[in-house]
């Protein structure tokens, strides 16, 4: 008996090694297989045509019409004759100071200011706009008796007094204007001087024109007393 399980024992780890062996090549067919069939392209499924939108034709009309409407600024009939971005200040009270006599400097706003000349009378002013809201916040004639002051601690910056019409009434104010540098400062001050001797020009012709008319009018009147103390004369012979 001994003998005859000796012999079966060889017998049985060869089974059993030959049982492992093909488990083994059939975990390698099947993992094989697998990653096969994970290689293989996957088939998208079949989209169906879906149904095409028809565009609607339907019309709608607005329940208020609204006409279009010309916006005039009321700078259409001047031209240009300067213009530099630059901060404006004016010197009064603020709204929580009004009636008290407390003044001080506060900042109105930033944009272009732009010398203009009107193309038939050719008269000149100074106006600004706010940036973006485009509100008028300096607006006055450019007259001849205004004088740039240095600002005090600052080689680019201006200050004078006008009669303002940026709120549509007259109103005294003093200005303060700042610019980006010196040479623009300087350059402003040069087309300002410039332009205030053009409108004291104009406004001397204008004069002159205005007494020439008086003249000719008082002479007019004078011919007509002429004529009729001479018809006088005449009906009294």
Known sequence: D??????????????IRSIAFHSFRNNERIQVTMAAEEEKPKETPKVEDA??????TATFEPVVKLEEVEVKSGEEEEEVVLCYRSKLFIFGETLLDKGTGNKSWRERGVGEV???R?????????LMRQEKTMKVICNHALDPRIKLEPNVGSDRSWVWSAFDFAEGDLVETVFALRFANSEIASEFKTKFEESQKEMETLLAGEDKADEDGAADEAAEALAGLDTKD??????EE
């Open 114 to 116: 732009r010398i203009l």
């Open 2 to 15: 001994n003998h005859r399980q000796s012999l079966r024992a060889p017998l049985q780890a060869s089974k």
């Open 51 to 56: 149904p095409k939108e028809e565009e609607s």
């Open 230 to 235: 001479k018809e006088g004369e005449k009906s």
């Open 118 to 126: 009107h193309r038939e009378h050719q008269r000149l002013r100074i």
